[in-house]
C-alpha cells in the first residue's frame, strides 16, 4: 500500500512517499480503507520534534533516539472497513467509521488497523473528509470543556479559538449553554462568529488579561498566556483549562488558588464513549468541523508546511482515497 513514512526529526521534507506492508488486522481490530486524515499542529510538533524539553526527551526514547524508527504518522482519520478480526462485534465490511488512531499513528496510509473500541461508525451526515477533522480536536475540547461544569449564561473565554480544537470548542462550550468569546488571530474572527462565538478578540491587537474583563471559564488552548494573568481574569469560582501546560503550569496547578479557583489539566482519554456522544453532537447540528484546505495524499509535506504557518482556519484534510 502507499503510506507516508516519517524518516527523520524536523522538515516535512522527513515526510517520504513509500510502498510498505499492507496491515493484517488482529482479532480485535478493524482494517480500514482510510479515505480522509488531517494534519493537526500535534502532528507538526511530534514531527518536529517541537515539544517542551520533557516531552521531546519522553518522544525519543519512544521513537527512537536520533531517527524515529521509520513511522507512518497521523492521528485520525475516516474511512471504510474492509476487514474484521474474529473476535470484532459491531462492525461489517462496507461500514464507514471515523476515529483517532492514539499513539499508534499511522493514519497517513491507504489502509490502518485499529482496534475496534477506538472507532465509532461514521457520522451519517458527514462526508469522509469532514468526518477526519472531528475527532482529535472534539475529543480534546470535551475532556475541558465537560470538566469545567459550564452554566447556562456563564463567560467562556477559548484562547486559540480559530484551530482544530478551538472551533470544536467553540460549538461545545454554545452547547453546554456559555456566553462565548474567541480569541485568536484577526483572520479568523469572521469564521469563528460564523460556528457561534459571541464576542470575537483579535489576540496580536488586545490582551484579554489586560481587558478588565472576567469570564467564568478560560479554556488556554494554545498555553501561551500567563499562568498568573489567566487566574486574575477569573471570576470567583472559575475554571481555568489549560491543554498544553509545560513543567511549571503543573506544579503550579497544584498550589492552592483562592476564591474557589480551579485549575484543569490534562487530555482526553479518547474514549469510545466520548467519541459517540460528540458523532451525536454532529448528527443532531450541534457540531460541525471547520475545513480549510485539502490536499492529496502525495502532498502532505506541503499540507505539513501550511500548518506550520498557523495560518490553518480550523482543519487541514488529507485526501486518501
Ligand atoms: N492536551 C493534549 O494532550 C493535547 C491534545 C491535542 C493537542 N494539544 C496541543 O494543543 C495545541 C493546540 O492544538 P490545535 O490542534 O487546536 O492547534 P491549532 O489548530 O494550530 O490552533 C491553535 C490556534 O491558536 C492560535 N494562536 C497561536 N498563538 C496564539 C496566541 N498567543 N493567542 C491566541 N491564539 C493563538 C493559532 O492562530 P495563529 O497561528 O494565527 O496565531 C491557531 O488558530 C497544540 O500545541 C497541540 O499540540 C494538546
Redo the contacts with the bound molecule.
Keep these: 500500500m502507499k503510506a507516508i513514512v516519517w524518516t527523520k526529526y524536523g522538515s516535512p521534507d522527513g515526510l517520504q512517499l513509500r510502498e510498505v506492508e499492507k496491515p493484517t488486522p488482529q482479532a480485535d481490530e478493524v482494517l480500514i480503507r482510510v479515505h480522509a486524515a488531517t494534519v493537526?499542529?500535534?502532528d507538526c510538533?511530534i514531527r518536529g520534534l517541537k515539544l517542551p524539553l520533557g516531552y521531546a526527551l519522553l518522544l525519543r526514547l519512544f521513537m527512537g533516539i536520533r531517527h524515529p524508527r521509520p513511522t507512518i504518522l497521523g492521528q485520525e482519520l475516516s474511512g471504510e472497513v474492509v476487514d474484521v478480526g474474529t473476535e470484532v462485534s459491531g462492525f461489517k465490511v462496507g461500514d464507514a467509521v471515523f476515529g483517532t488512531t492514539g499513539l499508534r499513528f499511522g493514519a497517513y496510509a491507504e489502509y490502518n488497523a485499529l482496534p475496534a473500541t477506538s472507532v465509532a461508525h461514521k457520522p451519517t451526515n458527514l462526508t469522509h473528509e469532514e468526518a477526519a477533522g472531528i475527532p482529535?480536536?472534539a475529543l480534546?475540547a470535551l475532556?475541558f470543556l465537560r470538566s469545567a461544569q459550564i452554566q447556562p449564561g456563564e463567560r467562556v473565554l477559548i484562547?486559540?479559538?480559530?484551530?482544530?480544537?478551538?472551533t470544536l470548542g467553540v460549538q461545545l462550550a454554545r452547547y453546554y449553554g456559555g456566553t462565548v468569546t474567541a480569541?485568536?488571530?484577526g483572520?479568523?474572527l469572521p469564521m469563528l462568529r460564523s460556528i457561534g462565538a459571541d464576542q470575537m478578540l483579535d489576540?496580536?491587537r488586545e490582551d484579554f488579561i489586560r481587558s478588565g474583563q472576567q469570564w467564568d471559564v478560560i479554556f488556554d488552548?494554545?498555553?501561551?498566556?500567563p499562568f498568573g494573568g489567566c487566574l486574575q481574569a477569573l471570576k470567583p469560582g472559575g475554571r481555568y483549562l489549560l491543554?498544553?501546560?509545560g513543567l511549571m503550569a503543573n506544579l503550579r496547578a497544584r498550589w492552592p488558588k483562592g476564591n474557589g479557583k480551579r485549575v484543569i489539566l490534562?487530555?482526553?482519554t479518547q474514549a469510545i464513549d466520548d467519541l459517540l456522544f460528540i458523532k451525536g453532537l454532529v448528527e443532531a447540528g450541534k457540531l460541525k468541523p471547520v475545513i480549510d484546505r485539502h490536499y492529496p495524499l502525495e502532498q502532505l509535506p506541503e499540507a505539513h508546511r501550511y500548518?506550520e504557518?498557523?495560518?490553518?482556519?480550523?482543519?487541514v484534510v488529507i485526501t486518501v482515497v
Excluded at 159 to 166: R, T
Excluded at 309 to 315: A, H, I, L, V
Design positions: 493537526t499542529a500535534g510538533e482529535v480536536g480534546e475532556h484562547n486559540g479559538a480559530g484551530g482544530s480544537i478551538g480569541v485568536d488571530s483572520d479568523k489576540y496580536q488552548v494554545t498555553g501561551k498566556r491543554s498544553n501546560a490534562g487530555t482526553s500548518v504557518t498557523g495560518r490553518k482556519q480550523g482543519n
